[in-house]
C-alpha cells in the first residue's frame, strides 16, 4: 500500500490565525453578537464553521450558528476582495514537502477550509501539485469525524497502517485516531503540546523537518 501523508492547513502548513480572528470579529460584530476575541476564535480553528459558531456562540440556536456562519464567509470574501494578506507557510513546511515527496510519501490535505479557500491558499504558495487529494470542510463532517481521512486513504490507494495525520489541534489528533491512523502533532500552531498528547498523538513534532523523522518511525 502507498504511504500517505495528510497535513491540515491553517496552524500546521499555514499560520491563517491573524485572518481567522479578523473575519470573525468583523463578523460578529455584523451579526450583533459579542466579539468573542482571539483567544477563543484561534481555539475553534479546524473545526467545520457551523461547529465552531457552537463553540463561539453557545446560546444560540442551531438556526443562528447556521446563519453566522454564512456570514463569516461573506466577511472572509469581502476582506479578500480588499486586500487581505495570503496565510504565510510555517518556516520549513515547503522543503519538509519537498524532501517527503522524494521520499515517495503521497501527500494530503485535510481541513476546516472550504474548497475556495485550501485552493487560493496552495495556489499561492505553489503547492498545489505537492498533493493527491484534498479534503475540505465542504464536503465532510467537521473533525474529528474520520470522514475526510478516510476519503484520503481511498483517493491515494493507502491503508491505515501506512497512513499519519499531522496536525495542530487536539480535533486532528482525534480524528487520526477515529481513523485508526498515526496521529503525530505539531506545536507551532494553536494546541499545545499536552492537548495534542492528550487527544491521541502518537509523537510530537516540534519542528517540521521533525515531521520526516517521526514519519519514518511510526509509519
Not at 438556526?63 to 480588499?82: C, G, I, N, P
Not at 497512513?163 to 499545545?192: E, F, L, N, P, Q
Not at 523523522?213 to 511510526?218: G, T
Request: glycine share 10%; hydrophobic share 45%; proline share 5%.
Amino acid at each position: 500500500m502507498n504511504r500517505l501523508a495528510v497535513f491540515d492547513c491553517d496552524g500546521t502548513l499555514a499560520d491563517g490565525a491573524a485572518n481567522i480572528c479578523q473575519a470573525m470579529d468583523d463578523c460578529f460584530v455584523d451579526a450583533g453578537l459579542p466579539v468573542p476575541g482571539d483567544a477563543a476564535t484561534r481555539r475553534i480553528v479546524g473545526l467545520s464553521l457551523p461547529e465552531a459558531m457552537r463553540v463561539l456562540h453557545p446560546g444560540g440556536a442551531e438556526t443562528d450558528h447556521l446563519s453566522v456562519a454564512e456570514r463569516y464567509k461573506r466577511v472572509f470574501q469581502r476582506l479578500r476582495a480588499q486586500g487581505m494578506a495570503p496565510d504565510p507557510l510555517f518556516a520549513g513546511i515547503a522543503e519538509t514537502l519537498a524532501a517527503l515527496d522524494r521520499a515517495g510519501w503521497l501527500l494530503g490535505v485535510a481541513t476546516g477550509k472550504s474548497d475556495r479557500g485550501l485552493g487560493l491558499c496552495l495556489d499561492h504558495h505553489g503547492l498545489t501539485s505537492r498533493f493527491v487529494t484534498l479534503q475540505t470542510a465542504d464536503r465532510h463532517p467537521s473533525k474529528p469525524h474520520p470522514s475526510m481521512i478516510e476519503t484520503a486513504m481511498a483517493e491515494a490507494g493507502a491503508a491505515p497502517a501506512t497512513t499519519a495525520m499531522i496536525g495542530d489541534t487536539s480535533y486532528d489528533m482525534a480524528m487520526a485516531r477515529a481513523a485508526g491512523v498515526k496521529a503525530i502533532g505539531v506545536t507551532w500552531g494553536y494546541h499545545d503540546r499536552e492537548e495534542l498528547i492528550d487527544a491521541g498523538a502518537h509523537a510530537i513534532a516540534d519542528t517540521p523537518a521533525d515531521i520526516i523523522r517521526l514519519l519514518e518511525e511510526h509509519v
